[in-house]
């Protein structure tokens, strides 16, 4: 088996069509559609599907993909190994929650960059789900009850949900005390705008559900603080976001008994099975775990 076309067909499903991937191994797209049609002949299996927006694998496309990861990655580990300076090198394209990732992670990751100068970050900061092959990143940090089992996962801490709202408005409105009153309020929350927010909580081992229609909602964090902070309504939000302000006594806390869920109740990092991961990629993820670990321990005391 040609291995230069099998490494093709990596570039081919991570571009998600031949001509991007032409354009990022600076060939014409007929000599990639000809390592593509060899290959196919000497397995003697179509390996690849077009749909209407892309080219998908087949099973055997898929089986192949993986193999080719395999010896991609290897082949960047050995030159990893052949360096004079026992440097991990390399690349990382990292996807990150807006509000955690400017909030939490932004220190972490510069710290980082400075501990390790020879790898390149690209930071995504986004809400939105990545596949991680598709999109081809390669550490994905989101808010879920239970990660995905195709993906391996480091746990970075619970997340904790808050309704609060800042000191004046709490004054002259009030706060609410079960879940059924904050439909008595304007409600400022970080969930996709134009849709209604589904909350659920436990009050003395009951579990309760509203559906709210925020009257501001955003994807942006700092945004939503700032709007709390201007007494323009009640926050359902996460703890990190709203922390500091909670601790100054500027945001005071509503139903502190609650449990609440939002999105899920914990953070995650994301990433493919060891035998896809480069050294770069697995020294970030020691890095964050590490980071996670060591404030949550810090909470807890």
Known sequence: MDSVALLHLVDII?????????RRLKMTRANVSYHLNQLERNVGAQLLRRTTRSLEPTEMGLQLYHQGCVIRNALAEAREATSLRDTPRGRVRLSVPIGYGQLVLA???????????SIDLDVIFDTKIRNLINDEVDVS????????????SRDLGPVSMLICASRPFAAEHGLPQTLDELRNFPIIAGSPVGKKLRVAGIFKG????????????????????????????????????????????????????????????????????????????????????????TVAAMEQK
């Open 14 to 22: 991570d571009a998600g069509n031949i001509s991007a991937a032409a």
């Open 107 to 117: 220190p972490w990751l510069l710290e980082f960059k400075r501990l390790h100068p």
């Open 141 to 152: 940090v989101r808010v879920l009850s239970d990660p995905p089992q195709n993906l391996e």
């Open 206 to 293: 009951v579990r309760h559900e509203i559906v709210l229609e925020p009257s501001l909602a955003s994807d942006n964090f700092l945004f939503l603080r700032q709007a709390l902070l201007q007494n323009l309504g009640v926050g359902v939000t996460t703890d990190y976001v709203v922390r500091d302000q909670v601790a100054s006594g500027e945001i005071v806390r509503a139903m502190p008994e609650w449990s609440l869920s939002i999105y899920g109740n914990r953070m995650h990092l994301l990433f493919m099975p060891d035998q896809y991961r480069i050294r770069a990629v697995t020294t970030l993820i020691e890095f964050l775990a590490h980071k996670g670990k």
